[in-house]
């Protein structure tokens, strides 16, 4: 089964300083990865995914992730941290399989200080 | 579109009692999802569906679990009995089938506790 690591279970950044969330996944075969971000009490939100288009990828309020084949990874970035980007932030991997099955990370969780 | 629709959003119960739990997923979608999660273990697929018919069940942790989805449009997922090691957020989601590049969405989630 393909697993997915998330480094940090807990990121603090200040308002407006960058924001750098990791994500490596294992697998002999390229998936398909997701970013999912989940508000307080409420369900998981599609940031952003890659599909094997462009390596780089652009996803809703600022974010963005680069898959990086050689390092098995796909970190999610924003320049700008917001008070509104704290929230929980999960990678999520295809299976190689059966792409529709997907494995999620441990999640990080964003704190956003003023 | 309303999205993935998930009841009752909170549950408390007695250790014992059935719980069901019900999810209406979003309108022409393929597949169907049972996640289950908790702070111990995260985020994980319980069950999951396709065109109705149940393809994966691995991830149910016993006997207790059941999941059925008699249509397109309606899932439950029971416990039976529950026990409070079950308190978690159960969460549905839902897809189309166009290779997995399609992305799953999720239900506000259901809340249960155990006593």
């Known amino acids: 089964a393909q697993s997915v690591t998330q480094l940090g279970s807990h990121v603090s950044v200040s308002e407006g300083a960058l924001v750098l969330l990791r994500c490596n996944y294992s697998?002999?075969?390229?998936?398909?990865l997701f970013w999912y971000v989940q508000y307080p009490n409420q369900g998981l939100q599609l940031l952003l995914k890659y599909t094997s288009a462009a390596t780089l990828v652009k996803g809703i309020n600022g974010f963005e992730a680069e898959f990086k084949k050689s390092e098995t990874s796909f970190h999610l970035t924003k320049p700008s941290a917001h008070m509104s980007d704290a929230a929980e932030y999960f990678c999520?991997?295809?299976?190689?399989?059966?792409?529709?099955?997907?494995?999620f990370g441990s999640g990080t969780k964003l704190n956003v200080k003023p | 579109d309303a999205g993935v629709i998930q009841s009752p959003r909170h549950e408390v119960t007695e250790m014992g009692q059935e719980v069901t739990l019900r999810c209406k997923p979003i309108s022409g979608h393929d597949y169907l999802f049972w996640y289950r999660q908790t702070m111990m273990r995260g985020l994980e697929l319980l069950i999951y569906?396709?065109?109705?018919?149940?393809?994966?069940d691995s991830g149910m942790p016993e006997d207790r679990f059941s999941a059925k989805m008699p249509n397109a449009s309606f899932s439950t997922l029971k416990i039976q009995p529950s026990e409070p090691r079950d308190s978690a957020v159960y969460f549905c989601a839902s897809s189309s089938d166009r290779g997995g590049r399609e992305t799953q969405y999720f239900g506000p989630g259901t809340r249960l506790l155990v006593l």
């Open positions: 697998s002999s075969v390229p998936p398909y």
């Open positions: 999520a991997v295809s299976d190689r399989y059966n792409f529709n099955k997907f494995y």
């Open positions: 569906f396709n065109n109705n018919v149940p393809i994966d």
